[in-house]
């Protein structure tokens, strides 16, 4: 069985449809690819399975539990990290503290300490920065905080909105390096990103969203490969 | 000069029970981004506690030593306490479910919430004010021309006590922080797995309890009260957390000094007086919204909560 399961999923903003029977599965240590353009419902989809809006229809599945009515407070203690679109750190507080928010829900001191001292082996640059509002931080830093404060709740699967979202080439390569390196440590990741390029390139499998619908699932090679995606996503016939 | 210092004694105390108000207004309104109008009568309903519970004591004047630490202690224990389960109650009740309605629809709720508690005491002690026994012996000393009286000492010394604790608890304990996290960026608190719904409350009930402390200083400190005491000191201390910055703790507890100093000073200075304290407190409002729209610690320390 895989760790995430999401069947058949329906989600409304008002009375837009945002997602009409999405489904789609994450098996533990792989990463997953979810790639459309603007407004498919990449974030949405994120955000049902995290519980920060409610699915009209569907059922999401995470390690054989239904999580699809509970909270989100509840769903970050079972195991997912969600790393929202557009960073979302909390500007007026420092990397120490965002840090330390991001462990909220773990009670173990000892456990406190050593995800801190790991994630910061992951973001060297956070240490430098551990007592500086993040709202001072530049938009990278911003970046690999959202990512390190995701991890500190040690989650089972992260899912990354848009992490190259905005930055520099250098950065998106180490932006990218890093999920590589967080998912060879062992933390399976469900990835939205517009670069479906770079995307596809770390991911084992990857999803194509269209207007609120699952249009393509593949391995994320044979996606590379495919021409319809190639044409829509990658830019063109120039792979 | 002794006449002036003199009403900064006074206005400090003043102000005192301005800014414990103050605080519950600017940390709900940083949090839900509500402006609660039922909290002024959360504030009187403190005060209702408070001589509830020295009646139920048995107090009826001047007490000395360990009783009165004793007393003091019991009632704004139990008023803050009494107060913070009814701020809890107020937002289950009424606000909760409109969270995310149009803001109109709180707002409109927290003034029908307003309307319900003043009736709710009226009809508990009537349209009348009631007195309150001298609980505070009142001796005064003099320092120099001034004279600071006991109780003032208690109004100053408990708000400066509660302040600190607050800034304790808002920085130091991990509900501290999950309190401004919520108020920073709700969906981004909720990732982080904290409980909105409990952190909301827990804003409710350390807002309403400082009201609650509030209306039991009040009450030793003038002794007297009535259903609509909350009117016009919520009026006051929602202007003193606008002039400190709205959403801003440390700006609450300036801008509630800063009415009660001006009242004061105003009071003894301007011709015709205590008449023209509100036109002097809501005018420098005024000024301060013109050239500070986010108050005076809106931007420079904008920490909410």
Redesign the interface.
């Known amino acids: 069985m895989a760790l995430l399961e999401v069947d058949g999923l329906d989600a409304f903003y008002g009375r837009i449809r945002a997602l009409e029977g999405v489904s789609l599965r994450v098996a533990q240590g792989e990463i997953v690819a979810l790639i459309g353009a603007n407004g498919a419902g990449k974030t949405t989809t994120l955000r049902a399975i995290s519980g920060l809006m409610r699915a009209a229809k569907g059922h999401i599945v995470f390690d054989g539990h239904d999580i699809g009515r509970l909270g989100p407070a509840e769903i970050v203690r079972r195991g997912i990290g969600h790393s929202p679109e557009g960073r979302r750190v909390f500007a007026r507080m420092t990397v120490r503290e965002n840090l330390e928010l991001g462990a909220f829900t773990r009670t173990s001191g000892a456990e406190f300490a050593e995800d801190f001292e790991r994630v910061l082996a992951i973001f060297p640059r956070l240490r430098e920065r551990l007592t500086q509002k993040s709202g001072t931080l530049s938009g990278g830093e911003q970046q690999m905080l959202a990512m390190a404060r995701a991890l500190m709740s040690r989650p089972r699967l992260l899912m990354l909105d848009e992490p190259s979202l905005g930055l520099s080439p250098i950065l998106v390569q180490t932006i990218f390096r890093v999920i590589r390196e967080i998912n060879e440590r062992g933390t399976t990741v469900l990835l939205i990103e517009q670069n479906a390029r770079q995307a596809l390139g770390i991911a084992t499998r990857g999803y194509v969203l269209e207007v609120g619908k699952i249009a393509f699932e593949d391995t994320a090679a044979n996606l590379m490969a495919s021409e319809a995606v190639r044409a829509a996503y990658l830019g063109g016939g120039a792979a | 000069m002794d006449v002036f210092f003199q009403q900064i004694v006074n206005g400090l105390s003043l102000g005192g029970i301005y800014a414990l108000i103050a605080l519950g207004y600017t940390m709900v309104y940083g949090i839900i981004e509500l402006i609660n109008f039922a909290h002024g009568d959360v504030y009187t309903l403190g005060t209702f506690f408070s001589l509830a519970i020295l009646t139920g004591l048995g107090v009826s004047g001047e007490m000395h030593g360990l009783p009165l630490v004793g007393v003091v202690l019991v009632t704004l224990i139990a008023a803050m306490l009494l107060c913070g389960l009814t701020g809890v109650l107020i937002e289950r009740l009424a606000y909760r479910r409109l969270r995310n309605a149009p803001r109109l629809a709180p707002l409109i709720t927290a003034i029908g919430m307003s309307f319900i508690l003043e009736n709710v005491m009226q009809l508990w002690h009537g349209p009348s004010p009631i007195s309150f026994p001298e609980v505070i012996p009142n001796p005064a000393w003099a320092l120099g021309g001034v004279e600071v009286s006991a109780k003032q000492i208690a109004v100053i010394g408990l708000a400066i006590v509660m302040m600190a604790a607050l800034q304790l608890f808002i920085y130091k304990t ?1 509900m501290g ?2 309190m ?2 919520t108020a ?2 709700r ?10 719904n409990t952190t909301i409350a827990v804003t409710f009930l350390i807002g309403s309890a400082l009201a609650g402390a509030a209306g039991f200083v009040s009450g030793v400190y003038y002794g007297t009260t009535w259903f609509f005491n909350g009117f016009e000191a919520g009026l006051k201390a929602f202007t003193a957390a606008v002039l400190g910055g709205i959403g801003n703790v440390a700006g609450a507890m300036l801008g509630g000094f800063l009415i009660g100093l001006i009242e004061a000073i105003a009071t003894q200075y301007i011709p015709g007086g205590a008449q023209w304290t509100n036109v002097v407190v809501f005018s420098v409002l005024v000024l301060v919204l013109i050239f500070r729209p986010s108050g005076l610690l809106g931007e420079s320390l ?3 909560v």
Request: hydrophobic letters at 40%.
């Open positions: 991990k922080k999950a401004r996290a920073q960026d969906d981004a608190a909720q990732l982080m797995g904290i409980d909105i904008p920490e909410k």
